[in-house]
């Protein structure tokens, strides 16, 4: 999918909470060394935008953590995306899909690499 990005076949947004996310799984795996050129690497992504913390972004985030019991990281992604008006959410996670799907469509990575 990330080809089909950098492509331009597809456009993609995601939250900064991605490289965060980046960041703690290369730490963890022992390449926190490498951590700052792999996040350089994600911010060269042509046609991936990548959204910051707004206060809209922050009050739906624990709207969602409240209402739908997210976890943090999950519900600032589904923020993100429905303020920046992502057409379709895209994830692995079913729990996750199915907590969102009643406010933004929603798929797996598969489906759209099929498109």
């Known amino acids: 999918m990330l080809e089909r990005i950098q492509s331009g076949k597809l456009e993609g947004l995601t939250s900064a909470v991605t490289e965060m996310e980046v960041a703690l799984d290369m730490e963890k795996t022992g390449n ?7 996040l350089k690497l994600i911010e060269r992504i042509n046609n991936l935008t990548i959204c910051h913390l707004s206060s809209w972004t922050a009050r739906m985030t ?24 992502a057409t379709v959410f895209v994830t692995r996670g079913r729990t996750l899909g199915d907590r ?13 690499e099929q498109s």
Do not use: C, Q, W
């Not at 969102?100 to 489906?111: N, V």
């Open 62 to 85: 624990a709207k969602l953590v409240f209402d739908s019991h997210m976890t943090v990281h999950d519900a600032y992604h589904g923020a993100t995306a429905m303020e920046n008006g």
């Open 100 to 112: 969102l799907r009643t406010m933004i469509k929603t798929s797996a990575p598969e489906a759209i």
């Open 32 to 38: 926190r060394e490498r951590i700052d050129d792999a």
